[in-house]
């Protein structure tokens, strides 16, 4: 996943036995897909937040749908800028989209080393309230219809009916 000098790297693409079999089964029956390549600042996240724009006139997203979406989104990609990639020189945020007939499906991946989500702490519980961490994971759980994690904790996939339009 590094990238070449002056060149924007691909976004990886991950094997079907490497996906959650909910999102493989939603992937074999796409009819459109999505991908961007973020270098991994905050900056970067005016860039993605156009490229959401951009999917909701071509995809013909709902408002109420893309609300959402874009909260989850911006929430996993700055997660994956802050706490995946660190503050690392040269490294990238991967987003795919996939819609299918009556679902979207976004996956944000970083190359960082990942993280356990047995380790994350509820941010609800009273002794929690004050931590920092743990907020951008319950909002994704809340705004998704699903959300899944990979093994090494460094992508997730988030999944959403598309509703009326």
Excluded at 121 to 132: A, C, M, S, T, Y
Aim: glycine share 8%.
């Amino acid at each position: 996943m590094q990238s070449q000098a002056n060149s924007t790297p691909t976004v990886p693409h991950h094997s079907p036995s490497q996906l959650p079999a909910e999102i493989r089964n939603l992937y074999s029956h796409a009819n459109a897909q999505s991908c961007l390549a973020l270098a991994s600042s905050l900056s970067g996240m005016s860039r993605m937040d156009q490229y959401i724009e951009g999917l909701k006139g071509i995809w013909n997203i709902s408002d109420e749908v893309f609300v959402d979406m874009r909260v989850a989104l911006c929430e996993a990609v700055s997660n994956a800028i802050l706490h995946g990639n660190e503050p690392v020189a040269g490294r990238y945020v991967y987003i795919r989209a996939v819609r299918g007939d009556s679902w979207f499906t976004f996956s944000v991946e970083d190359e960082g080393h990942g993280f356990d989500m047995q380790d994350v702490r509820d941010p609800l519980v009273p002794e929690n309230l004050e931590e920092p961490n743990g907020r951008g994971i319950m909002i994704m759980r809340h705004l998704a219809d699903r959300v899944y994690y990979s093994p090494k904790g460094n992508c997730v996939w988030f999944m959403f009916h598309r509703g009326a339009n």
